[in-house]
């Protein structure tokens, strides 16, 4: 079974700083993407930053990039997500998710290793996890 455990969400003042972490276990693939989704009220989900298992490719969102680093431990098989200088708008509730590759898709898209997170393709989500920012 796998399971996505988020924590770190917050009050945090404008300005500020706070580190996302998301412990995965059970994952059944020895490489997978695991990311960083967020969904304010009112508006829908959507990706910020994922990282390949090994480290080696991340993504950010430009909304995002320049002020966030993520980051795997893989031994802890932890995900973290430093977040600094963090805005109004980065308000909203963050949810990590674990995308699989499948190598049996006739898919492209869907056998490729990394690619940038889509929610469609990640089927394994963690329960979310608030950040608020005040002014």
């Known amino acids: 079974e796998v399971q996505l455990q988020a924590s770190g969400g917050g009050l945090v003042e404008v300005g500020g700083s706070l580190r996302l972490s998301c412990a995965a276990s059970?994952?059944?693939?020895?490489?997978?993407?695991i990311a960083w989704f967020r969904q304010a009220p009112g508006k829908g989900r959507e990706a910020i930053s994922g990282?390949?298992?090994?480290?080696?490719?991340?993504y950010y969102t430009d909304s995002v990039a320049g002020r966030s680093t993520i980051s795997f431990d893989s031994a802890k098989g932890t995900m973290y997500l430093q977040m600094n200088n963090l805005k109004p708008e980065d308000a909203a509730t963050y949810y990590c998710?674990?995308?699989?590759?499948?190598?049996?898709?006739?898919?492209?898209?869907?056998?490729?290793?990394?690619?940038?997170?889509?929610?469609?393709?990640?089927?394994?989500w963690g329960q979310g996890t608030q950040v608020t920012v005040s002014s």
């Open positions: 998710a674990v995308r699989v590759p499948d190598f049996t898709s006739p898919s492209p898209s869907a056998r490729a290793i990394f690619a940038t997170p889509v929610e469609e393709e990640y089927r394994y």
């Open positions: 059970g994952v059944p693939s020895d490489v997978y993407t």
């Open positions: 990282i390949l298992n090994n480290g080696a490719t991340t």
